[in-house]
């Protein structure tokens, strides 16, 4: 009987340990699972949209409709459909370069490094939003901050070796739909410069997501940019040769 409690107790002490052991790395692959699925929300493994993107400075404020289509993380095409003098001016985003066309001038530019921190279309978005959005769980270290009943907080933090302009970022991810409900920006002293808002949540075929994102860059209080999704549709027959600077051109 001694000898039987013995080995009990010696079964229970080895599972244990195991799960000292073993609990990290499965709690950080499920953290990696959870941001990027909530990175790629909006495009699943292909998708289009038409949106408006409106945009409030201290000085000016501007209404953009535009039309999007994306392929993976990787690829992404968006056109501007009005205001009519701007109409035909694109984005395309092939990896990790990016490319504007400017109908006016029929100049296709390719974005350098020195421009990737510099606003897109007026936005409170910048071309490395564009390019890194989509690889955060590459770009960062990711864990779980915080867990509630009815929400999870996770802290991203650079790897060393990766070249990014947020010095952290933080997630708060509703449980119930999972959904993004806030994400915070902090720049490299740790200051705390970006919001992203989320709502407006609907259905979209199988996907629940919300609608509607809203941009606070709050070293400039007052102003804003808000996208809003007014369709989208997941799932196109979409190939890489879509993305090409060709198609860039032509609408």
Not at 52 to 66: D, F, G, Y
Not at 165 to 176: A, D, E, N, S
Not at 219 to 235: A, M, N, Q, S, W
Request: aromatic letters at 8%.
């Amino acid at each position: 009987m001694i000898l039987i409690h013995r080995k009990k107790i010696l079964t229970c002490l080895t599972t244990m340990l195991c799960l000292v052991l073993f609990s990290g790395p499965v709690l950080a692959l499920d953290v990696q699972s959870l941001i990027r699925e909530i990175e790629q929300q909006y495009m699943g493994a292909s998708s289009q949209a038409k949106t408006t993107m409106q945009v409030r400075t201290a000085n000016w404020e501007r209404t953009l409709e535009m039309e999007a289509w994306s392929l993976g993380r990787d690829y992404f095409l968006i056109r501007i459909l009005e205001p009519a003098k701007e109409r035909d001016v694109a984005t395309l985003k092939r990896n990790r370069e990016v490319w504007n066309y400017l109908p006016k001038v029929d100049r296709v530019i390719k974005v350098p490094p020195s421009m990737m921190g510099g606003s897109w279309m007026g936005s409170h978005i910048t071309n490395d939003d564009l390019v890194k959005a989509n690889h955060i769980d590459e770009e960062y270290q990711l864990r779980l901050l915080e867990e509630s009943a009815t929400h999870f907080v996770v802290e991203c933090l650079p790897k060393p070796e990766a070249a990014v302009v947020w010095g952290k970022i933080i997630y708060r991810v509703r449980k119930q739909p999972q959904v993004p409900e806030q994400v915070d920006y902090y720049d490299e002293e740790m200051v705390r410069v970006r919001e992203i808002h989320f709502d407006q949540i609907h259905q979209i075929g199988d996907r629940i997501v919300p609608l509607r994102l809203t941009v606070l860059p709050l070293e400039k209080p007052g102003e804003t940019t808000i996208f809003h999704y007014r369709e989208l549709v997941y799932d196109l027959p979409l190939e890489e040769s879509f993305f090409s600077l060709r198609n860039l051109k032509q609408p």
